[in-house]
Each structure stands twice: as C-alpha cells, then as structure tokens.
C-alpha cells in the first residue's frame, strides 16, 4: 500500500525570535533597539504574519496527508522522503537553502511578507496553499524545472545548489589552486584568488548578476531552466607562479570545471550555506558542473 504525501512545511526562525533568544523578554528586546533609534513594534508584526501564514498553510494541508515541519538551521539533518510534498514558507532564499537537500520532490514557494521579498520563488500566497497541495501530486503536474550546480570532490563528497556554489578560502585569506575544463590534459592553471563562483539561471538574480556585470561579461546569462552554468574566478592575482587567463566561462550539461587545491584549505559551499560545507585540503580535485537533479518549483 502506498503511504500518503507528506507536507513538509520548511520555514526560519524570525528576528522577533532570534531576539527573544539572545534578550530572555519582549521588554529587554525592545528596550535594546529602542537604545539604537529602533522599534520592536515592526520585528514583532512581522513575526505575528509569519505565524498566522504558518497556522494557515498547515490548516490548508489536506486531512488524509501525513505532516512535518523543519526549520532552516536542522535541514542538513532532516530525512526528505519521496512521497514528500514540500511546502516552504518565508523568503526565496528558504527555497534555495532547501533545494540542496532534495531529490526531485515538488517544491511549493510561499510568500509570507508579499512586496517585501522579491517573490523570485516564492511566487504564490498563503490563500493558494490548498490547491498547490492538490496540484502538486495531480497527474501532468505543474512545474518548472530549474537547473543546480553541484560539486563533486574525489573523495565521493557532494554537494549541491540552486543559486551558485563557492570554492575558496575561509576568511578573508587567498586560495591557491589549478583550475580548468575537466580532464585537461595540462592540470589547468595555476591562480591566486579570492575564490570561484559558479552560479545557474536562479542565481543570476544574485551574487552571479553582481560579477557578470561588475566584469562586463559578453557572456550570456542563463534563465533558471536553461542548461547552462557560468563561473567567474573572483580577483585572480597574477604573479610568476599564478595566471589569469581562466577567469570566466560556461557549462554545457555533460561539462566540467575542475579545482585542485594548491593550499592548506578549500571549503565549498552552496546559496550561502557556509556552515554546511566541503573542506578540501592540499591535492584534492573537486568537480563543478551541471547537476542531474532539479529543483521542481509548483507554479
């Protein structure tokens, strides 16, 4: 016998509470912005929607479907199951932060704070929770597939990302590594930088935007569903041992770009999750290219 969908309602702990945490009461919040010329008053309202938006979409989960909730900062070690229906509620960088950790569920975007987020993948509202929950597991359902990027390490480590992945130094230190097409029979390049980028069709509404157009690129961005990758090395210092005749690109599906770590530490990251990253050390090759795996977004 089948089981049942499972909703699995992805969300992020709010200032308000973020404060509470870190002040013990509402009256030493308050009184902590008050002395840097803010309100409270703002912070908590804004809580209060994300609740009532969180009450309301789980009341608009169908009755027979199984349930669950995550928060952000535990999803690297919540279990998604295939049967999983998964509904996010918040910002469109809660989507991205949860893309990594799936395996082609269906994905349901949810504004909680319409006009305050771009709405780039949190697309619907609160009031279309019950039909995107039928649509969502309805034949010939509705959605867009939206390319990732992942990183494949040689020792089997893997890591993946709806945005962009990040190759570099911890801190504010410069990575040494070689870097070029896969299997190029010259190792590729030697560089000094303040690190990689590479980003898809999603991320170029961000981070990958801001270096494809503070270096003039002549490359093209790609859309979200497009099967293409662009990367950019970040600040590439040329010297008698490093180059910078690689610093940017594209990725086709079937393409590659490899890393080999020339320093003591590397660490790999995707959408800004830094604290969930790979680590590679002297000698190790990690390999960015297209993803088999996609982001199924309801729309």
């Known amino acids: 016998m089948s089981l049942a969908p499972r909703a699995v309602l992805v969300h992020r702990t709010t200032e308000y509470e973020e404060l509470l945490a870190r002040h013990g009461t509402h009256g030493q919040a308050a009184f902590f912005l008050s002395t840097r010329g803010r309100s409270i008053d703002e912070v908590a309202a804004r809580h209060h929607r994300t609740q009532q938006a969180l009450t309301e979409v789980a009341a608009a989960v ?10 952000r900062a535990d999803l690297d070690r919540f279990l998604f199951g295939p049967e999983d ?56 359902e509705r959605v867009e597939s939206l390319t990732m990027v992942e990183a494949v390490a040689d020792d089997t480590q893997r890591l993946l990302a709806l945005n962009e992945v990040f190759c570099g130094p911890p801190g504010h230190q410069t990575a040494r590594y070689r870097i070029g097409p896969d299997g190029a029979p010259d190792g590729g390049e030697s560089q000094a930088s303040s690190g990689v980028l590479v980003g898809t069709g999603t991320g170029a509404t961000g981070w990958l935007r801001s270096l494809w157009g503070e270096r003039g690129s002549a490359l093209r961005l790609p859309g979200p569903s497009d099967p293409r990758l662009l990367w950019f090395v970040r600040e590439a210092w040329p010297s008698p041992a490093t180059g910078t005749s690689r610093v940017s690109g594209e990725l ?19 959408d800004g999750m830094e604290a969930d990253a790979l680590e590679l050390t002297w000698g190790q090759t990690v390999r960015l290219g297209i993803s088999a795996t996609s982001l199924n977004l309801v729309v």
């Open 62 to 71: 169908p009755l027979q479907w199984r349930r669950s909730r995550v928060e």
């Open 85 to 140: 229906v998964v509904v996010v509620v918040g910002q469109d960088g809660l989507v991205a932060n949860a893309a990594k950790y799936l395996s082609g569920q269906p994905v349901l975007g949810i504004d909680t704070d319409p006009g305050r987020n771009p709405g780039v993948l949190v697309r619907h509202r609160v009031r279309d929770a019950a039909a995107l929950c039928r649509a969502a597991v309805a034949p010939g």
């Open 252 to 270: 086709g599906r079937g393409e590659g770009l490899a890393l080999t770590v020339e320093s003591d530490r590397i660490v790999v990251f995707g």
